[in-house]
C-alpha cells in the first residue's frame, strides 16, 4: 500500500486563508464601488454638458441677442409708463 503524503495545515493556516480571502473580497467590492462612483459622476457630468452643449457658440450669441433685444424694448416699456403717470391725463 502506498502512502499518502499529506499536507498537514493548522487552524491558524486555515484562519490565515480565510481572512487573507475576506481581504480580497473587501478590495474588490471597494474597488467596484470606486468604479461605480466614478461612472456615475462620469454620467452625470455627460448629462449635464449635453444640455449645455445642444446649442453651440451662434446660438448662444443669437440667444444673448434676443435677450439684450427684449431688454431694450422691456426698458423704452417702463419708460414709457412712468412718462405717462408722471404727466397728468386729461379724462
Known amino acids: 500500500m502506498t502512502r499518502k503524503t499529506r499536507r498537514r495545515t493548522g487552524i491558524i493556516k486555515a484562519i490565515d486563508n480565510i481572512v487573507d480571502e475576506l481581504k480580497e ?10 468604479d461605480v462612483e466614478r461612472d456615475v459622476r462620469d454620467t452625470i457630468c455627460r448629462a449635464v454638458k449635453c444640455e449645455d452643449d445642444d446649442h453651440d457658440e451662434r446660438t448662444r450669441d443669437d440667444e444673448l441677442a434676443e435677450l439684450r433685444a427684449v431688454l431694450v424694448r422691456l426698458t423704452q416699456k417702463v419708460d414709457e409708463l412712468s412718462s405717462r403717470q408722471e404727466s397728468p391725463q386729461v379724462s
Do not use: V
Open 25 to 34: 473580497l473587501a478590495d474588490d467590492m471597494l474597488d467596484r464601488a470606486g
